[in-house]
């Protein structure tokens, strides 16, 4: 290899770990709590109050239940919209995230297309959630569109989803 090739090579393979190095990196934007009036500084602090105080991992759950960015959509203002209700329970909402599962017989709660209307106008946590499903879609690690339920909210046969 010439010098000007390797030269070449080098500036490739530093763009590229500049690249993962941002990946990484999120942007600080005041998200309101998926529970509460509280507003966090990133959705990160958001995600990881969801889940120390109301016990809703929604990344986890989010892979999980192989949603797309659809259903994660619908997933986030189902509970935000939940959370408006007069005599909203927290741990209730939270709960009712959780009994889900892919081989539940009964369609999921969030499943309704309005659920697609965002409760939050510009919400960072519907923005942050969707890159991280695309990222996961594009790298091979979940599979979303092979999902039982998909994007348009629709069930199929769930035995497809556990032959595996």
């Not at 010439?2 to 990946?23: I, M, N, T, Y």
């Not at 259903?71 to 935000?80: P, T």
Request: aromatic share 8%; glycine share 4%.
């Amino acid at each position: 290899m010439d010098q000007a090739s390797s030269a070449e090579w080098d500036a490739d393979e530093k763009w590229e770990a500049d690249a993962l190095q941002d990946f990484g990196d999120e942007e600080r934007a005041p998200t309101l709590c998926l529970f509460s009036d509280k507003v966090f500084g990133s959705s990160a602090e958001c995600l990881a109050h969801a889940a120390s105080a109301f016990n809703l991992d929604l990344p986890h759950r989010i892979r999980e239940l192989k949603l797309d960015v659809y259903g994660c959509v619908k997933l986030v203002n189902f509970i935000r919209t939940e959370m408006q209700q007069s005599g909203a329970d927290a741990n209730m909402v939270s709960a009712a995230v959780m009994r889900c599962h892919m081989d539940a017989p009964e369609a999921w709660p969030w499943e309704d297309e309005r659920y697609l209307a965002p409760v939050v106008q510009d919400d960072p946590l519907l923005y942050s959630l969707a890159l991280s499903v695309d990222s996961f879609e594009e790298l091979g690690m979940e599979d979303a569109k092979d999902s039982s339920k998909g994007s348009a909210g629709l069930m199929t046969d769930k035995s497809e989803s556990n032959e595996a």
